[in-house]
C-alpha cells in the first residue's frame, strides 16, 4: 500500500476496534526492542458499522501503546477488502472483550493461543463467502453447517441447480431465503390478538409450544425435550421467542421461535407456525414481522429461514415479509 504523509491522521486509541483478539508476545517484545517511530508504519483502517476498524498492524498499536501513545496513526485502507471477513473478525474480538485497541496490549497470546487464531483466521477466511451470500452458500445456518459435519452420517445436501442425471431423485427439496434486515414493513396487528414473547419461565410454556407445533403439522411431534435441546442451543435466543394470543382469553394461536449467531450477526427463523383455524387472516406476517424487528433492534445483520419448497402458503408469507435470495436445495439420504 502506497501512503502519502497527508493521507495520515491520528486516532483515539479507545475509538479504534482491533480485528484481532491475541498478540504474539514475541513479535511484539522486538517491536518494543527495535522501537522507532521513524520505522514504524501508520495502521490501515476501515470505516465498518460507523467505527474505526483496524485492517491490520495490530502489533504496531500495542507497541505504541506500550510507550505511552494514547493515539494512533492511522491511514485508509483502500485495498479491495472482504468486508464480511472483517465483521466476524470485529464480532469475535468483540465477544472475548475487546472491544478497543486499548486493550489488546494485555491479551498476549501463548503459542497454543496463536496458532488457535491463526487457524481461525484461516477458517474465516474461507466462511467470509457465506456472508456474502449465505443462501447459495450454505443449504443451512453456517453453526449447522458445522455441527452437521460431525455427524457420523449427515444427509446428502445439494443445490437443486447443480444436480446431475447421476444424483438420482431428491427426498425433498427446501428453499433458503434470506431477509437483510434493512426494510421491514409494519404489519397491521389484527382486532383482537397480540404478540407477547414466550416465558419460558412458566410451567405451561413447553407443553404449549408442543401442543401448538403439533396441531399445525400432521407427521411432526415435538417433545418437551426437544424444546430443552433448543434452549441447551450456542444459539438459543429467548428474546426471540413469540406467542401469537388471542387478547380475550390468551389463547396461544401462533409461535415463532428464532435463535441468534452472535458471530456472524445471523438471525434463524427455526419454528414458525399458526394455528390452521387462524390462517389467511395476515396474522403469520405481525408475527414474523415482530421478530424481524427484534433482531433488526439487536443488531443483527440478516435472517435467515428454510421452509419446504412446496409450501407455497409460506413462501408467500416471507415474500410478503421482504424475504429474498431464494436457492432451491435437495435432500438425498434422510435416512
Known amino acids: 500500500m502506497q501512503i502519502l504523509h497527508t493521507d495520515v491522521f491520528w486516532v483515539p486509541a479507545n ?21 522507532s517511530m521513524d520505522n514504524l508504519s501508520p495502521i490501515p483502517v476501515i470505516r465498518l458499522r460507523d467505527e474505526w476498524v483496524m485492517t ?13 501513545y494514547t493515539a494512533l496513526p492511522v491511514v485508509l485502507d483502500r485495498d479491495e477488502l472482504d468486508l464480511n471477513a472483517y465483521s466476524v473478525y470485529v ?9 478497543c485497541v486499548s486493550l489488546l496490549p494485555k491479551r498476549i497470546a501463548s503459542d497454543e493461543a496463536w496458532q488457535e487464531w491463526n487457524a481461525t483466521c484461516d477458517r474465516i477466511n474461507v466462511e467470509a463467502a457465506y456472508l456474502r451470500s ?15 459435519k460431525e455427524a457420523s452420517a449427515p444427509p446428502r445436501v445439494k443445490k437443486l441447480s447443480d444436480l446431475t442425471d447421476e444424483d438420482g431423485i431428491p427426498e425433498q427439496i427446501f428453499i433458503r431465503s434470506i431477509h437483510d434486515l434493512q ?10 390478538f397480540e404478540v407477547v414473547p414466550v416465558d419460558l419461565g412458566c410451567a405451561d410454556a413447553v407443553p404449549a409450544i408442543c401442543g401448538l407445533i403439533d396441531r399445525c403439522y400432521q407427521k411432526l411431534r415435538v417433545t418437551p425435550e426437544d424444546v430443552h435441546t433448543w434452549q441447551a442451543s450456542p444459539v438459543f435466543a429467548p428474546e426471540l ?33 399458526v394455528d390452521p383455524s387462524c390462517h389467511n387472516r395476515g396474522l403469520g406476517t405481525t408475527l414474523l414481522t415482530k ?12 435472517a435467515s429461514v428454510c421452509y419446504d419448497a412446496q409450501s407455497f402458503a409460506a413462501q408467500a ?19
Open 15 to 35: 475509538r479504534l476496534v482491533p480485528s484481532q483478539y491475541a498478540i504474539n508476545k514475541e513479535r511484539l517484545q522486538a517491536l518494543l526492542h527495535d522501537f
Open 56 to 68: 491490520d498492524g495490530h502489533h504496531r498499536a500495542a507497541c505504541l501503546l506500550k510507550k505511552g
Open 91 to 99: 464480532n469475535l474480538c468483540k465477544m472475548r472483550g475487546v472491544y
Open 134 to 148: 449465505p443462501s447459495a452458500w450454505s443449504s443451512l445456518p453456517i453453526w449447522k453447517e458445522r455441527k452437521m
Open 183 to 192: 426494510i421491514i414493513q409494519k404489519a397491521p396487528m389484527p382486532e383482537g
Open 241 to 273: 421467542w413469540f406467542w401469537l394470543i388471542k387478547t380475550q382469553n390468551k389463547q396461544k394461536l401462533g409461535l415463532i421461535v428464532c435463535e441468534a449467531d452472535r458471530e456472524f450477526q445471523e438471525g434463524i427463523i427455526e419454528w414458525f407456525q
Open 291 to 302: 421478530a424481524l424487528f427484534r433482531m433488526q433492534e439487536m443488531g443483527l445483520s440478516f
Open 317 to 335: 408469507v416471507y415474500r410478503k415479509a421482504g424475504f429474498a435470495q431464494e436457492v432451491p436445495w435437495a435432500v438425498f439420504d434422510l435416512h
